[in-house]
C-alpha cells in the first residue's frame, strides 16, 4: 500500500499530519492519518456547509424484551409534568438494559426494510441503488460525537469504521473494560443518570393530551422506567457532499403524531440556573442537546430545570434552530457552522481515504477496518486495525468487522467495493406502519435545515 495523500482536504482548518506506512497485509496496522480540530475563533472565513431538512425514513419500537419490531408500540406522547415532579420516583424499579457493544444491528434492519420497500414499489434493485448513493450511516450518538468534537474539552471517543460499495459504516468502539465500568456505576451516577429517565416518564403519556392515570401511581407519572424500551427514528439528510442515514431515539411527539419528524421533542434534564456560572455552563451543553435533535429533525427540545435532589423547578420549550443565535457573542458561544464545516472535513477525509484504499487493494475479499480515536481539544487519528484488533471487533460473533453477515452479504451483493459514483437514485417517501402517510416536511428543502 502506498502512503496517501488528501488531496480534498477543503481550507483551512486541515492540517494533517499523515505518517507513512509500511505494511500492506489486511493483518497489519498500515497507516495512521491525523487530523487536528479547527479553530473556534470565528466561522466567517468558512465557506458554510449546507445541512439538509432530515426526511423520515421510518420509524421502529424496541419492545421491553428488546425485540425490535416495526410498530409504534414504544411511541410516547408530551404532557406537560406535574409540578415539583420528583425525578427520583421509582428508581428501586428501574429495569436498566444492561450495557453492552452499541451496534448498528437494529438501523441495519430498518436499512433492509427501506430497500426492501424500495424494491417493490419501484422495481428490483432500485434499494442496492439508493444504498450506494449514502456516505454515511451511523447512530445519531455517533454523528453528535463527531460535530460536536472540536468543542469537546473533556471525553475522548473510538469508532470503529468500515465501507461498503463507497458507504461508510461507523459504530462506537467499547472494550468490554468500559462496559463493565459502565456497568458499575458510583451509586450517584446511577441516581443521576436515572433522573434523565424519570424526567421522561413525568413527561409522556400514552394518549395525546391525557396525563397517565396507572393504578397505585401518582397521577401524571408515564409508568416505570424501562431502559430496553425505545421509539427510534431513522431519516436521511446530506451534509455538504455527504448524504446519511442516522438512526436514533426520540423520546416523545406533540400533539398526535402524524408521521412527519415536525413534532418530535426531545426532553433533557439540567441544573437550576442560579448564577452566571451556571448560565454559562448550561449554554455549553446547549451544544449538545442542539446537535443531538438538529441531526434527526427534532424541531423542539423541552428542558427540565431540577433541584440537586431531584426536583423539577420548571420547564422551559426550545426552538431547535433558534438555539445557535441565543448563545451567539456570549462567553461560552459556540458556532454550528464551525462543527458542519468539520463534519464535512471529516466525512471526506475518511472517504478518500477508505476508497483509495479499496482501490489500491483489489481484489479484496474482506473490507479493512478502522479505528478513529478523538482526543479532547487535539484532533482525530485514524488507524487501520490489524487482526487481533479486528477479532476485538467481531466479539466472538457471526459478522464481518462489526456489521452482521446477513447485512455485510446485503449490502456487497454485487459491484467493487470501491464504488460509489453511481447517480443520485430517487427513493420513494416510505410509508409510516399504521398510517401511510409520507414523512417529507412540507416545504422542506436542501437547506430548509440550515441555521
Ligand atoms: P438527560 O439528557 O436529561 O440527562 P437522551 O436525553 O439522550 O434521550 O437520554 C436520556 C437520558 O439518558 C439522559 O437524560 C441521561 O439521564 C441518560 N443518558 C444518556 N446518555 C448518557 C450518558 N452518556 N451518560 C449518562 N447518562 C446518559
Ligand atoms: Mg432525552
Redesign the pocket.
Same mark, same amino acid.
Do not use: A, P
Given at each position: 500500500m502506498s502512503k496517501r495523500r488528501l488531496s480534498d482536504s477543503p481550507e483551512p482548518h486541515d492540517r494533517p499530519a499523515k505518517r507513512p506506512e509500511t505494511e500492506s497485509s489486511r493483518d497489519s496496522p498500515v497507516s495512521t492519518t491525523s487530523l487536528t480540530y479547527p479553530s473556534l475563533h470565528s466561522s466567517t472565513s468558512l465557506r458554510p456547509v449546507p445541512f439538509q431538512q432530515p426526511t423520515g425514513l421510518l420509524t421502529f419500537s424496541y419492545t421491553p424484551k428488546r425485540v425490535l419490531e416495526f410498530t409504534h408500540s414504544a411511541l410516547r406522547y408530551y404532557i406537560d409534568p406535574p409540578p415539583g415532579a420528583d425525578l427520583r420516583y421509582g428508581y428501586e424499579r428501574w429495569i436498566k438494559r444492561p450495557e453492552e457493544k452499541s451496534r448498528l444491528d437494529g438501523l441495519l434492519r430498518a436499512i433492509e426494510r427501506v430497500m426492501e420497500k424500495a424494491d417493490t414499489s419501484m422495481g428490483t434493485g432500485t434499494g442496492q441503488k439508493w444504498l450506494r448513493d449514502m456516505s454515511v450511516i451511523t447512530w445519531r450518538g455517533v454523528m453528535t460525537k463527531i460535530l460536536t468534537a472540536p468543542y469537546e474539552e473533556r471525553d475522548g471517543c473510538e469508532l470503529n469504521a468500515m465501507c461498503i460499495n463507497g458507504t461508510i459504516y461507523l459504530e462506537e468502539h467499547h472494550t468490554d473494560a468500559r462496559l463493565a465500568e459502565k456497568e458499575d456505576l458510583a451509586p450517584r451516577q446511577r441516581q #443521576? +443518570? @436515572? @433522573?434523565? @429517565?424519570s424526567? *421522561?416518564s413525568w413527561c409522556t403519556s400514552s394518549k395525546p393530551g391525557i396525563p397517565e392515570r396507572i393504578a397505585g401511581q401518582p397521577i401524571g407519572w408515564g409508568g416505570d422506567v424501562d431502559t430496553n424500551v425505545q421509539w427510534c427514528s431513522v431519516i436521511k439528510t446530506k451534509l455538504g457532499d455527504n448524504r446519511l442515514v442516522i438512526g436514533g *431515539?426520540v423520546?416523545c411527539v406533540r400533539g398526535d403524531y402524524k408521521g412527519r419528524t415536525d413534532t418530535f421533542v *426531545?426532553?433533557? +434534564?439540567?441544573m437550576s440556573i442560579r448564577g452566571p456560572e451556571d448560565e454559562a455552563r448550561f449554554e455549553k451543553k446547549l451544544l449538545k442537546f442542539y446537535m #443531538?435533535s438538529f441531526l434527526l429533525g427534532v424541531p423542539e427540545i423541552v428542558v427540565g430545570f431540577r433541584t440537586p435532589a431531584g426536583r423539577i423547578t420548571t420547564t422551559q420549550s426550545f426552538k431547535t434552530i433558534e438555539i445557535p443565535r441565543m448563545v451567539r457573542g456570549k462567553p461560552s458561544a459556540w458556532d454550528p457552522q464551525i462543527c458542519l464545516n468539520w463534519g464535512q472535513h471529516f466525512l471526506s477525509t475518511l472517504k478518500s481515504m477508505f476508497t483509495k484504499d479499496a482501490i489500491s487493494d483489489q481484489p479484496v475479499t474482506t473490507p479493512r477496518i478502522w479505528r478513529i480515536t478523538f482526543k479532547p481539544k487535539e484532533g482525530v487519528t485514524i488507524t487501520s486495525l490489524d487482526a487481533d484488533g479486528v477479532k476485538e471487533v467481531q466479539g466472538g460473533e457471526d459478522r464481518v468487522g462489526f456489521l452482521p453477515k446477513w447485512y455485510y452479504d446485503l449490502a456487497s451483493a454485487s459491484g467493487p467495493l470501491s464504488s460509489s459514483s453511481s447517480p443520485v437514485t430517487p427513493v420513494p417517501q416510505t410509508s409510516h406502519p399504521g398510517d401511510g402517510t409520507s414523512q417529507r416536511a412540507p416545504g422542506s428543502s436542501h437547506d430548509g435545515w440550515n441555521i
Open positions: #443521576q +443518570t @436515572y @433522573y434523565g @429517565y424526567f *421522561e *431515539e423520546d *426531545e426532553l433533557k +434534564t439540567s #443531538q
